[in-house]
């Protein structure tokens, strides 16, 4: 039995510090992959989100389960800033690059949950179009000419949900929905060039951030379900990582260029589970419960 690899590949995950970001990075780690880990809070120099994760740590973390991590800080809103992350890339990795996850965020303070955008802060809803939707356009520009010059590659674009519908916010629709989007729009540019992209959703993302926002931790995130029952069918950011590495190593990638996954539904495709040994499904889940 073949067992999929990633070794030799290069990989850059914008976005590596926390949630989402680190777990791809050490999945695809895991798999064999040199991963560029970017993102803005270092141990020198945090960001303005003020949380204690940083780069440095995803890429010991990708390291430490077999890959190679290489941290660089870089603000996926400045686009000088990531060509150069890329010219590095070039010219450190001889031209190559066969994956790139796009999953800067930094929404976490901007939505105004229950509040109508004509009420909210407008420089917040645009800030979160700038961060979570412009950083990616920005991020693919410069990294998919590496692409091109070599016939393949796989972009995935994090967003939460796989449809259009709204999201509860309409700042935050707009982005979620952006990302999507932006995985179909460059399937179609980039197919002539055997280069796929797709949209890639977690379920109920257990996050640094959520379980922090519950007052738990990874050992006793149960004890959650007293503030909301969902949480129990919540899963670790290491169950969207191992869909991403698991899609990265599919040589049919192509095959689902343009497509619009669920950490869960990769789950059941490519028969992996979640750290702790579980297979949440969030899909099958939030049918049952009418969401």
Known sequence: MNHPTLKGKVAVVAGATRGAGRAIAAELGALGAIVYCTGRSTRERASDLGRPETIEDTAELVSSRGGQGIAVRVDHSVPEEVAGLFQRVREEQGGRLDILVNDIWGGEKLTAWGQPFWESSLE?????????????LIT???????MTARGSGLIVEITDGYDYRYRGNLYY????????????GMAEELKPFGIAAVSVTPGFL??????????????NWRDAAAKDPHFLMSETPFFVGRGVAALAAD?????????????WGLSDDYG??????????????????GF
């Open 173 to 184: 629709s707009l982005a979620k929905v952006s990302g999507i989007h932006l995985a179909e």
């Open 140 to 146: 693919s520009y410069y990294g998919v000419p590496l």
């Open 206 to 219: 257990r996050s640094e951030e959520m379980l922090e926002h519950f007052g738990v931790t990874e050992d």
């Open 251 to 263: 040589p049919n990638v192509m095959d689902r260029t343009g497509s619009h996954l669920t950490s």
């Open 124 to 136: 917040d809803g645009l800030l979160m179009q700038r961060r979570a939707v412009h950083t990616h």
């Open 272 to 289: 992996f589970t979640d750290a702790d040994g579980s297979s949440p499904h969030w899909g099958r889940y939030a049918s049952e419960m």
